[in-house]
């Protein structure tokens, strides 16, 4: 709107001579509509980011889970313990509905039982290896959920200056 606003004013110099300070109020819509757009961007950009970052860091930690829990699967059949085949069963399906702490928390219990059971697992691809992949993967989200978390919060500070802008804006054209 006050781009177009902008366009008309600049397109009829005969509308902006009938204006006291024309000049003064059109540079200050320009400034304000800058400062909209700026704001827009940072805003989409870093919203954008912070989607990409968490989508990143969960599909590699489900990916491990995933892993993880097809290997043991594989050795809890063979030793037909039904208690372990339940305890490490997880599909993608199951891993898309938990919540941030809890897909951690499963990625964790996952680790431990890895680690009970670490010898008889290695010729099925578990190894130290993998486990110490797992584990760092697994922090990696925990400690990254607070960064992104004041990343978010950043967002609404951006809403209020970008509703700020606005106000400016409108109290330029009125």
């Given amino acids: 709107m006050y781009i177009a606003l902008r366009i008309l004013l600049r397109a009829n110099p005969a509308i902006l001579a009938k204006l006291p300070n024309a000049d003064e109020l059109l540079t200050a819509l320009d400034n304000a509509i800058a400062d909209i757009q700026a704001n827009d961007l940072l805003k989409k950009k870093t919203t954008n980011e912070i989607k990409e970052i968490i989508n990143a860091l969960r599909a590699n930690l489900t990916r491990d889970i995933l892993s993880t829990s097809r290997k043991i699967q594989a050795y809890a059949d063979y030793k037909k313990d039904k208690a372990l ?68 919060r950043e967002q609404t500070t951006l809403t209020a200056t970008i509703a700020e802008n606005y106000k400016t804006a409108d109290g330029i054209v009125t």
């Fill in 85 to 152: 085949l339940k305890e490490t069963k997880y599909t993608d399906t199951s891993l898309s509905s938990p919540s941030d702490v809890e897909l951690a928390q499963i990625a964790k219990g996952l680790y431990a039982t890895v680690n009970l059971y670490l010898p008889e697992l290695l010729p099925y691809g578990l190894t130290a290896e993998t486990q110490a992949t797992l584990l760092n993967d697994t922090t990696l989200y925990e400690t990254s959920s607070p960064q992104l978390d004041t990343k978010k």
